[in-house]
């Protein structure tokens, strides 16, 4: 939000400014859940590959399934930001 802490610029990593939400659906999504685990763009591709019944070769996209922290599992790794 801007205005939020007093800042008005996206250059801080407060929630309001660096967090993305992230909404996913479809068969054998819980629908309705709010899962709070940060997630990273770099999930995005090995989830549409699975949902696509593709292989995910995790040497080449190594993020976490969306669908699996949908059912409750939480990978064990940080989410990164950066600003340049």
Known sequence: ????????????????????????AGPGIPEGRVVDTPVSHIDFAPTILEGAGAPVDKARFPGASLVAMAEGKRPARPVISEYH
Do not use: C, D, H, M
């Open 1 to 24: 939000n801007q205005g939020a802490r007093g800042l008005w610029g996206k250059s801080t990593f407060y929630e309001e400014s660096a967090g993305v939400p992230a909404i996913i």
